[in-house]
């Protein structure tokens, strides 16, 4: 794959480094040195050795079908079922320097509103751009994804409970990125440089883009409902003035809702993939903890008295 990226000659492989983060994908920098002394940085995205491969073409389609509808994304060079290789965009990922350091600060005030007009330009991707693609009921998926695991937990079961009986419209099938939020975006000094981690991508209401970057989990500890970063207004302004479809509090609120329960079913399932012993991993066991959270955030999320 990387010789595919860099076949021309005299080019060699430098820096070599895994980058931190990704609880599912491998992440590597490396440089391509050529011959007349350019240097172009790259990342190699890879499923770990032993995963099952997931469909990582699918996932370079969809980068190169979001650059044509005007989202940032990095540029792909190379990809197979397993692996992609991009080019390297500068900028930061970390949340915690992106909400807190002073070189962000400029920044900030704009993320939310950037989020709203990117997550539009998302909902453009035609479908048929990105075969195998796949939709279906969210409430359903998760339920029985909980089913599966065959562990008692009372408050997300609750949570499916109210989501079931408190669906909003359903609005026409887009293509969803499926995991937008803060810590899966490029920030510079001059905002959103590119929206990263596409392998959650399928067809389903755009609006579950838009309560996942709400969702608790993404604050990272600062009071800021979007992300961190900002208000639900500045949001749901911004995506009805690129789309043209304005989005309810309500509406926006049950998303958020159905996104904190996800968040706690992927923690329960990661954390299955470590003790399993399919894949040996600390970040997967440290995120196994996080469970409780998701629980308690949901209550909060809840009307009281409900049932």
């Known amino acids: 794959m ?8 005299g080019v060699e492989i430098a820096g070599l480094r895994r980058l931190s983060g990704g609880a599912s994908r491998e992440t590597w920098a490396f440089d ?3 011959g007349d002394g350019r240097i172009t940085p790259l990342i190699l995205r890879r499923d770990p050795p032993g995963a099952p491969k997931a469909g990582m073409a699918i996932e370079a389609a969809l980068m190169r079908a979001a650059a044509r509808e005007g989202v940032p994304v990095p540029e792909v060079l190379a990809a197979d079922e397993s692996s992609l290789i991009m080019d390297r965009v500068e900028g930061e990922t970390i949340p915690r320097r992106i909400l807190r350091d002073a070189a962000y600060a400029s920044a900030r005030p704009r993320l939310a509103g950037e989020c709203g007009r ?29 089913d599966g695991l065959g562990q008692p937990h009372p408050a997300l079961e609750l949570g499916l409970r109210w989501l079931d009986a408190h669906r909003p419209p359903a609005r026409r099938e887009v293509v969803v990125h499926g995991d937008f939020r803060n810590g899966n975006l490029i920030v510079g000094a001059d905002g959103i440089r590119a929206v990263l981690d596409w392998e959650l991508a399928h067809l389903g ?7 996942w970057l709400c969702v608790k989990a993404w604050r990272f500890g600062v009071d800021q409902p ?3 970063f900002g208000a639900y207004g500045e949001l749901l302004d911004a995506y009805e003035d690129e789309s043209g479809i304005r989005v309810s509090a309500e509406e926006l609120r049950w998303w958020e809702v159905l996104g904190t329960l996800r968040w706690g079913v992927i923690c329960i399932l990661q954390a299955t993939v470590h003790t399993s012993g399919l894949l040996r991993s600390v970040e997967l066991a440290a995120i196994g903890r996080r469970v409780c959270e998701n629980e308690w955030d949901l209550l909060a999320l809840l009307p009281t008295g409900w049932p």
């Open 226 to 228: 979007v992300g961190g």
């Open 205 to 211: 209401d755009p609006v579950e883009d838009l309560g």
């Open 32 to 34: 391509a040195a050529h």
């Open 2 to 9: 990387v010789a595919s990226a860099t076949a021309d000659p």
């Open 118 to 146: 990117i997550l539009a330009a998302i909902h453009r991707i035609p479908p048929a751009a990105v075969p195998g693609l796949v939709g279906g009921d969210p409430v359903a998926q998760w339920r029985d994804q909980l």
